[in-house]
């Protein structure tokens, strides 16, 4: 006999943080602040005005992030995770959905066994209206301890992420013998 009454309730799926990119496609919202995805975070520098925007449409999904960038003169703007752990000399491969009004690069950002930081860029992605997928593979340094990707903007313009993938990949043999 009685009443129960509840408020604000929230069921999610967490993935560990070492299987590849905690939420990637940005559908876990931060339970401390709403207007966030769960594990991303933003950063911008140099002479630019960045707006971050966590959107309610996606690519396949409902939610993406965006970085607008204005007054664009140096730097760049990007979401990010935390690194996760990798292997040295393992192949990697990461890929992502993405929209933008201008080129853009991907970055992977590499912690060392020192603690020092490395910056591999994996390519540039064309501007596209349309969702496009950017695909591409990197060897992890001898002394590489944790990684992030980062799809980052560097002019005045916009920039939709989604989907985020990172993985060992399979290293491509020859299919027959070949000798140089």
Same mark, same amino acid.
């Given at each position: 006999n009685g009443f129960l009454q509840t408020d604000s309730f929230s069921l999610s799926q967490t993935e560990p943080p070492d299987s590849g990119i905690p939420n990637s496609?940005?559908?876990?919202?931060?339970?401390?602040?709403?207007?966030?995805?769960?594990?991303?975070?933003?950063?911008?520098?140099?002479?630019?005005?960045?707006t971050f925007s966590y959107l309610t449409n996606g690519y396949q999904s409902t939610r993406s992030v965006r970085v607008d960038m204005k007054r664009?003169?140096?730097?760049?703007?990007?979401? =990010?995770?935390?690194?996760?752990?990798? &292997?040295p000399g393992?192949?990697?491969?990461? @890929?992502?959905?993405?929209? *933008?009004?201008?080129?853009?690069?991907?970055?992977? =950002?590499?912690?060392?066994?020192s603690? &020092?930081?490395?910056?591999?860029?994996?390519? @540039?992605?064309?501007?596209? *209206?349309?969702?496009?997928?950017?695909?591409?593979?990197?060897?992890?340094?001898?002394n590489a301890v944790k990684a992030t990707v980062c799809h980052v903007i560097e002019a005045n313009g916009y920039l939709p992420v989604d989907d985020y993938q990172f993985a060992p990949g399979q290293t491509q043999g020859f299919d027959r013998a070949i000798i140089t």
């Open positions: 496609s940005f559908e876990q919202t931060d339970p401390n602040n709403s207007s966030l995805p769960q594990y991303w975070q933003t950063s911008n520098w140099g002479s630019n005005r960045s664009y003169q140096s730097g760049d703007a990007k979401w =990010w995770y935390e690194p996760i752990n990798i &292997t393992e192949t990697y491969v990461f @890929s992502n959905h993405y929209k *933008s009004s201008v080129a853009t690069r991907i970055v992977v =950002w590499v912690v060392t066994s603690g &020092t930081n490395q910056y591999i860029g994996l390519g @540039s992605a064309s501007a596209s *209206s349309n969702w496009t997928e950017f695909h591409d593979s990197f060897t992890a340094p001898y």
